[in-house]
C-alpha cells in the first residue's frame, strides 16, 4: 500500500531530479520535453534565473509573519496585479480552489445585499473550477462532482457558446440569480474556447441584469494565450476574476480579484488563511510579473502559439484520427477521434510532456519562454506520438 492517498489515477511512472527552461531530466539523466509545464503553473520555464534569484534572497530575509500584520510585497504586488489587470482590489490564497471559494462567498456577501437569499450561480456545461466542496458544487463536470453529492441548489449549468441556452437561463431563474461563471478558455474541459460574442453576451446580460461576471483565468492567465488575460482578446471587463497557477511559476497562490460593483464585499474578518500573500510568494509573483514585462512575453506567446498552431496543423494534416485542433495562444488542444489515454506510455518513450483532457484531447501548454527549436521539437514529438498511437490502436 502507498503511502499517499490513491487520487491521482493516472499518475505517471517518473520522477523529474531536474528542470530548466522547458526541459527535465529523470532521475536517470534522461531528457523530456516539457509541452505542460506542470499544468500552465511554470510560463517561465523550469527554474528561470531571474525567478530563482528573488526565491533565494527573499527566501534567507524573511518569509512567512501572517495576515496579522502588513505583508509590503503583498500589498507591491497587489497594486502591480490590478494595474495589470484593470481591477482594483485582490485577496490571495494558496491555489486555484480557493480563489474561487474567495469568489464564491463574494457572490454570497453580493446575494445577502440585494436581498437574495437562496442565490444561484449560473456555470458551463464541461467547466472545472477546483475540487473543494464549493468549487466542485459551480464545475460542470460530472466526472469529478460524482461520489461526493449532495451539493445543495447553488447552480446552473448551460452549454459554452450557446446565446439562446445562456439568456433563457438568465430569464428563468432571474430572481434568484447573482453571478456567471466561466473560464474564457475551458483546459480541463478540452481546450474549449469561448467566443468573443459569447463572453459580450455574458457581460451585458450581468449589467442587465445586475449579475457579478467572474472569469476563471487560473489556467488561461498571466499571458498563456497571447493577452493577460484571455478575456481581454473579448474587449470585456469582468467583475471578478480568479488567478492562481502561473502567477508564481510553481510557488503556490490564489488571487481573487474584484472590480467596480463586486468591490469591498468582504468585511474585515469574513475571509482569510495563514499563508496567502506572504513575503516569499508575492516577492516572486512580483518578480514573474516583471519579468513578463521586461521581455514582453505577452506578445512572444501570441506569436509562438501562432506558429505553434500552424506547424502543427501541416504536421499533423495526414494523420486521419486527428479531428481539429483548438488554440488559443499557448493552449492547445488536439482533438483525436477516440480515446486516448493510451498516448501516455507512448509520450513517455519519446520523451515528451503532455497529458490527455476530456478522453479525446492531447492538451499542450508549453512555456510562454519555450525557443522556436524547442517549438519545433515538441510539434515533431508530438505528431510521432500520435501516429504511433493510431498505428498501435488500428485494429479498434
Ligand atoms: C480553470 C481552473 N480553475 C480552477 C482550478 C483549480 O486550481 P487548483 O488545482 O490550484 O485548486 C484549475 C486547476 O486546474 C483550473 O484549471
Known amino acids: 500500500m502507498s503511502a499517499i492517498m490513491p487520487t491521482y489515477f493516472?499518475?505517471?511512472?517518473?520522477?523529474?531530479?531536474?528542470?530548466?527552461?522547458?526541459?527535465?531530466?529523470?532521475?536517470?539523466?534522461?531528457?523530456?520535453?516539457?509541452?505542460?509545464?506542470?499544468?500552465?503553473?511554470?510560463?517561465?520555464?523550469?527554474?528561470?534565473?531571474?525567478?530563482?534569484?528573488?526565491?533565494?534572497?527573499?527566501?534567507?530575509?524573511?518569509?512567512?509573519?501572517?495576515?496579522?500584520?502588513?505583508?509590503?510585497?503583498?500589498?507591491?504586488?497587489?497594486?502591480?496585479?490590478?494595474?495589470?489587470?484593470?481591477?482594483?482590489?485582490?485577496?490571495?490564497?494558496?491555489?486555484?480552489?480557493?480563489?474561487?471559494?474567495?469568489a464564491l462567498k463574494l457572490t454570497r456577501s453580493y446575494a445577502r445585499k440585494k436581498g437574495i437569499a437562496s442565490p444561484l450561480i449560473l456555470s458551463m456545461e464541461g467547466s472545472f473550477h477546483g475540487r473543494s466542496m464549493g468549487t466542485l458544487s459551480i464545475s460542470g463536470t460530472p466526472r469529478i462532482r460524482e461520489g461526493f453529492e449532495p451539493y445543495g441548489d447553488n447552480a446552473r449549468y448551460v452549454p459554452i457558446n450557446d446565446l439562446h441556452a445562456l439568456q433563457q437561463a438568465v430569464l428563468t431563474d432571474q430572481a434568484r440569480l447573482v453571478a456567471i461563471i466561466i473560464e474564457p478558455v475551458q483546459g480541463d474541459g478540452g481546450i474549449m474556447i469561448a467566443s468573443h460574442a459569447y463572453l459580450q453576451a455574458i457581460r451585458a446580460l450581468c449589467d442587465k441584469y445586475d449579475l457579478l461576471m467572474i472569469v476563471d483565468e487560473i489556467q488561461s492567465g498571466i499571458g498563456r494565450t497571447g493577452r493577460w488575460f484571455a478575456h481581454q482578446w473579448a474587449g470585456i471587463q469582468p467583475d471578478i476574476m480568479t488567478l492562481a497557477k502561473?502567477?508564481?511559476?510553481?510557488?503556490?497562490?490564489?488571487?481573487?480579484?474584484?472590480?467596480?460593483?463586486?468591490?469591498?464585499?468582504?468585511?474585515?474578518?469574513?475571509?482569510?488563511?495563514?499563508?496567502?500573500?506572504?513575503?516569499?510568494?508575492?516577492?516572486?509573483?512580483?518578480?514573474?510579473?516583471?519579468?513578463?514585462?521586461?521581455?514582453?512575453?505577452?506578445?512572444?506567446?501570441?506569436?509562438?502559439?501562432?506558429?505553434?498552431?500552424?506547424?502543427?496543423?501541416?504536421?499533423?494534416?495526414?494523420?486521419?484520427?486527428?479531428?481539429?485542433?483548438?488554440?488559443?495562444?499557448?493552449?492547445?488542444?488536439?482533438?483525436?477521434?477516440?480515446?486516448?489515454?493510451?498516448?501516455?506510455?507512448?509520450?513517455?518513450?519519446?520523451?515528451?510532456?503532455?497529458?490527455?483532457?476530456?478522453?479525446?484531447?492531447?492538451?499542450?501548454?508549453?512555456?510562454?519562454?519555450?525557443?522556436?527549436?524547442?517549438a519545433d521539437e515538441l510539434v515533431e514529438r508530438v505528431a510521432n506520438c500520435i501516429e504511433e498511437f493510431y498505428r498501435l490502436t488500428a485494429e479498434f
Not at 503553473?41 to 518569509?63: D, F, K, M, N, Y
Request: proline share 4%; net charge neutral.
Open 10 to 102: 493516472s499518475q505517471v511512472p517518473i520522477a523529474f531530479s531536474k528542470g530548466a527552461g522547458s526541459w527535465l531530466w529523470d532521475e536517470a539523466g534522461n531528457a523530456y520535453l516539457d509541452g505542460l509545464t506542470g499544468i500552465a503553473v511554470c510560463g517561465l520555464g523550469h527554474c528561470p534565473p531571474a525567478i530563482t534569484e528573488v526565491i533565494c534572497a527573499q527566501a534567507s530575509t524573511l518569509i512567512h509573519t501572517s495576515n496579522t500584520y502588513w505583508v509590503t510585497h503583498q500589498q507591491r504586488l497587489a497594486q502591480k496585479l490590478c494595474a495589470v489587470a484593470g481591477m482594483d482590489q485582490v485577496y490571495f490564497g494558496n491555489s486555484g480552489a480557493e480563489a474561487n471559494e474567495a
Open 246 to 374: 502561473a502567477l508564481a511559476n510553481g510557488l503556490p497562490i490564489g488571487a481573487c480579484l474584484s472590480h467596480g460593483k463586486a468591490n469591498d464585499l468582504f468585511k474585515p474578518g469574513k475571509h482569510g488563511c495563514t499563508f496567502g500573500g506572504g513575503p516569499l510568494v508575492s516577492a516572486v509573483a512580483l518578480a514573474v510579473i516583471e519579468t513578463m514585462e521586461r521581455d514582453n512575453l505577452v506578445n512572444r506567446a501570441e506569436a509562438l502559439g501562432v506558429y505553434l498552431l500552424e506547424h502543427l496543423q501541416v504536421r499533423l494534416s495526414a494523420i486521419l484520427g486527428v479531428q481539429a485542433i483548438r488554440a488559443k495562444g499557448l493552449m492547445i488542444g488536439i482533438v483525436l477521434d477516440r480515446n486516448a489515454f493510451a498516448i501516455m506510455p507512448i509520450a513517455l518513450k519519446h520523451k515528451v510532456l503532455f497529458n490527455i483532457v476530456a478522453n479525446t484531447v492531447v492538451r499542450l501548454l508549453p512555456a510562454l519562454t519555450m525557443s522556436y527549436a524547442d
